[in-house]
Nanobody, 121 residues
């Protein structure tokens, strides 16, 4: 069973910073994409940032220049440094990983349980 362990959520003031981390564990042959999505109350889940196995990065327009995603492939981990936080960043943030568990099976997407990020003065 693949599990994604998330940490780093919490409260921050506007302009503050938080650092989210996610580590995948279990039977893992390899991981393709890995990153973060978020879902604000009353909104659909949206992509925040994703990094592929070869280092290609994708950021949502709303977080460009403020958030930085990085990946430690040796630890099956992904980090999201969130700077200059805004109230509109308030959401539940979900770790995502596209995981291959054996040589013959296509990748399967896995999700963390979600961690709350709240930005308020």
């Amino acid at each position: 069973q693949v599990r994604l362990a998330e940490s780093g959520g919490g409260l921050a003031h506007p302009g503050g910073s938080l650092r989210l981390s996610c580590e995948a564990s279990g039977v893992i042959f390899g991981i393709y994409d890995m990153g973060w999505y978020r879902q604000a109350q009353g909104k659909q889940r949206e992509l925040v940032a994703v990094v592929t196995s070869n280092g290609s990065l994708t950021y949502a327009d709303a977080v460009k220049g403020r958030f930085t995603i990085s990946r430690d492939t040796s630890k099956n981990a992904v980090l999201l440094q969130m700077d200059n936080l805004k109230p509109e960043d308030t959401a539940v943030y979900y770790c995502y990983a596209d995981v291959v568990t054996d040589y013959y099976t296509p990748p399967f997407e896995h999700w963390g349980q979600g961690t709350q990020v709240t930005v308020s003065s």
